[in-house]
């Protein structure tokens, strides 16, 4: 399994998505892969903000590492889901979707709720941190429940 983490920044929200889901899905012995970029350009190069880098080490995540990059068409060849934080980021993936498969690939991290940007407000990491965290389980929850064999396949 293949996923892509989109924000805005690529510096606060999927930078602790891609940490998250990829820490949760290799404690779980999924062979998954997780990725995260922005939509916009401005922190290309960069690694996440501190706020992040705090927030997710605070939770035994080390996304330090991490370096910025912005989202770009050719992800849809790559990635078999890409689930986006908010309707704006939303909106930018799906104008560069050039067919319908790749369109049905993207979703909201939480299904119908946003992840707040925190970018202006320090108070808003360890929240946003719960919020994606709580994401993450329930998308691996269902992925999982998608790719497993049946009782009747495994017998
Ligand atoms: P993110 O937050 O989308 O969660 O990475 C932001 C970070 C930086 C900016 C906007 C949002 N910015 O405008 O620089």
């Not at 927030?55 to 060849?77: E, L, M, P, W, Y």
């Not at 939480?110 to 707040?116: A, R």
Request: charged content about 30%; hydrophobic content about 35%.
């Amino acid at each position: 399994m293949k996923i892509l983490m989109v924000c805005l920044g690529n510096i606060c929200r999927s930078p602790l998505a891609e940490g998250i889901m990829q820490h949760l899905s290799d404690e779980q012995g999924l062979n998954w892969t997780v990725d995260s970029a922005g939509t916009g350009s401005w922190h290309v190069g960069e690694g996440p903000d501190k706020r992040s880098v705090r927030a997710a080490r605070n939770h035994g995540v080390d996304i330090s590492k991490q370096v910025c990059r912005q989202f770009k068409t050719k992800d849809f060849d790559h990635f078999d889901h890409v689930f986006v934080m908010d309707k704006n980021n939303m909106n930018d993936v799906l104008n560069m979707a050039r067919n319908d498969d790749e369109a049905q690939k993207v979703k909201l991290l939480l299904g119908d709720k946003i992840v707040p940007d925190p970018y202006y407000d320090d108070n808003q990491f360890e929240p946003v941190f719960e919020l994606i965290e709580g994401g993450c389980k329930d998308i691996i929850k269902e992925l999982r429940s998608l790719t497993q064999p049946s009782p009747k396949e495994r017998a």
